[in-house]
């Protein structure tokens, strides 16, 4: 459910919802079991795929993945991690925010947009390959938002 | 479920969900339809509910409306409030949210008129006139929002 009907439906004081809230609702409910399964698959195997997507990146990265594989491991566990609780709510207003924090803070401060870029570039390739449709669509929509938001340097 | 998805969003920092924490989630997920058909009929019914409850209550507790003039068109209005509140976090499965955001302060309102002996009544009568509404499995879904409203607001401090 997105935040905003959360806030809608928490603001609703006294009043049923619109058939347009109600409609909202359901098409949560509706899409929930991807939801699940998707944040399911990234609990137990993110750690696999990023381990696949740093092994496609070292072709061309080499040496930035070796100076810094445990940085990006931990960096991308939390995009993941992210990514995974915004499917389940479906709240991309709360990715924003987080992601943007979190950008503006670390990302930024070390000038490593590029690699990193690619790095989420190869992390949706294996995402792509690995999980069934359903499940790719919803993580790489999210993984998409964070690499424009990466190269664009948060503005 | 509202309350448990940010819950879920704030607890879980730096950590997935356990089972425990998504079958919450799940459980509500399953049981939704069920919801949806008990809220509708919350909707739909409103008016003969309230006005059941409202005649129940003039011919067996005339105390509550004794007082004021205006004390019927009030108890409607405030029974009404409370009865779509009930509807909606009935649906949402969230008696956090509707204490936090309504009960409390309506709480303070009825003991501001020392109406909880009324409110004590209102929902007790109502529960019996919602099973008349509702199936068995319904009234199930209901019952616990309607002795939250009772607990909350029947009670002296």
Redesign the interface.
């Known amino acids: 459910?997105n935040i905003t009907l959360?806030q809608s439906?928490?603001?609703?004081?006294?009043?049923?919802?619109t058939d347009s809230e109600?409609d909202t609702l359901?098409v949560y409910?509706k899409t929930?079991?991807a939801r699940?399964k998707t944040?399911?698959l990234?609990?137990e195997k993110s750690g696999e795929y990023i381990l696949l997507a740093l092994q496609k990146l070292a072709k061309t990265d080499a040496q930035t993945v070796q100076q810094h594989k445990d940085k990006c491991i931990r960096d991308m566990d939390y995009v993941v991690?992210s990514i995974?609780?915004a499917i389940?709510?479906d709240?991309e207003e709360?990715f924003r925010q987080e992601l943007l924090l979190w950008m503006q803070n670390i990302m930024v401060a070390l000038h490593k947009e590029q690699q990193s870029s690619r790095a989420y570039r190869m992390l949706q390739e294996v995402v792509t390959q690995e999980m069934p449709k359903e499940c790719s669509d919803l993580v790489n929509h999210y993984l998409d938002e964070f690499t424009k938001a990466l190269l664009a340097g948060v503005a | 479920m509202l309350s448990q998805l940010q819950k879920l969003s704030i607890e879980t920092e730096g950590r997935y969900a356990t089972d425990d924490e998504l079958a919450i989630i799940t459980e509500y997920m399953q049981a939704f339809h069920a919801r949806v058909e008990v809220y509708e009929a919350l909707v739909k019914a409103e008016g003969k509910i309230i006005q059941e409850v409202f005649e129940t209550i003039e011919a067996k507790h005339p105390e509550v409306f004794r007082g004021s003039k205006n004390l019927k068109d009030k108890w409607k209005t405030d029974t009404i409030r409370v009865l779509r509140y009930t509807a909606v976090a009935m649906l949402m499965n969230d008696p956090k949210t509707v204490r936090e955001r309504f009960l409390a302060w309506f709480q303070t309102v009825m003991r501001a008129f020392s109406a909880q002996a009324s409110c004590d009544i209102t929902y007790r009568v109502m529960e019996s006139v919602m099973a008349r509404h509702l199936t068995a499995e319904g009234m199930a879904l209901v019952q616990p929002f309607l002795e939250l409203n009772r607990q909350v607001l029947g009670q002296s401090s």
């Open positions: 459910m959360e439906i928490q603001n609703a004081d006294g009043r049923y919802l109600l359901h409910i929930y079991e699940l944040y399911t990234l609990q991690r995974a609780i389940l709510r709240d709360g």
